[in-house]
């Protein structure tokens, strides 16, 4: 429904650069996922595109046009916060209403569009209730609906299953995704949870510091993340300190070729990545296991000492004090600002 441009958006506040020169385009009918720890500047960047917050520089596109004179109420974006905000004292129906009756749509306008995303948010028969007889999701589910009911060309959404229980949040983003899809409104969707993002994304923003680390497809960020930061983000993965000289590295009696300048490298390595079984390598120790399910995460002692992560197989049935040998499979190599991916 709308494209949005971020060019060089900042905030600071006094000294501090919540979000720091950040560019990025999203695509009409996308769905992004913003994602980075706690205090990286997601908020802060949504808010801004909302209009709750004033960028200290930069510009917000929307659809080709800059909206920096124009205030939250008037802008064509619409926020879901955390707290679902409803107001306690209007029911279900009262509270979809509410900002449809500020745009002046006839009494008959106003209950099919109701009507509408009572249905799309899966809560028809709920009308005349009141907040507080609903559960948490439930009224999550009201503040999406009040939202979506105005027809925003932007939705925005501020980890808005953050204080719901796992298996509710996983049930309701699927059903935020089926709306967007239905909908196909551009959707920005704040999380510091990298299963939500991984689940829900088109893209993913991971953001650390102000800035972007990565945008990319959840495939992409998984399996080539560009930054250190990054492969230590998303997912399990082992990173490991090794000294680079003369173009390789050595790596638990393998010599790596390593095509970067000496000095400290990171070598980043995926638990189901390496090669499991005789002859892969390196005679290494079984130290922990922890039984996930459908595989087993195993710590490994490696003869020089390092500990890691690998997945095995339960048909192996490993033991805690096993001998199992490892090698490398696919890794990547981090050194400074360079990234060497290899498969
Ligand atoms: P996130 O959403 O990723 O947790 P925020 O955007 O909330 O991050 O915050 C980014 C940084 O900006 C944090 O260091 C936070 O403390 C700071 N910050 C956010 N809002 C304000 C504010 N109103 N005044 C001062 N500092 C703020």
Partial sequence: MASLDLQDISKRYSNLAAVDTLSLSIADGELVCLLGPSGSGKS???RMIGGFEIPSSGKILIDGVDVAPVPPDKRPTAMVFQSHALWTHMNVWENIAFGLKLRKFSRDEV???IARVMELVGLTGYEKRHPSQL?????????IARSIVLEPKI??????????DQHLR?????EVRQIQRQLGITTIFVTHGQDEALALADRIVVMSK???EQVGTPDEIYARPQTEFVAGFIGVMNLVSATVS???LAFAGEALSAPVADGLATLAIRPEDWKVGEGAGLKATVTRTVNLGAYVLADVALPDGTTVKVHLDKARAVREGDPIEIGIGPFALYRDNMVIHRS
Avoid at 170 to 174: A, F, S
Wanted: glycine fraction near 14%.
């Fill in 170 to 174: 996983e049930h309701l983003r699927e």
């Fill in 111 to 113: 209950a099919a569009k």
């Fill in 44 to 46: 802060t960047l949504l």
């Fill in 246 to 248: 003369g173009g390789s």
């Fill in 135 to 143: 559960s948490g999701g439930q009224q999550q589910r009201v503040a």
């Fill in 155 to 164: 939705l925005l959404l501020d980890e808005p299953f953050a204080s719901l």
């Fill in 210 to 212: 102000g800035k972007i």
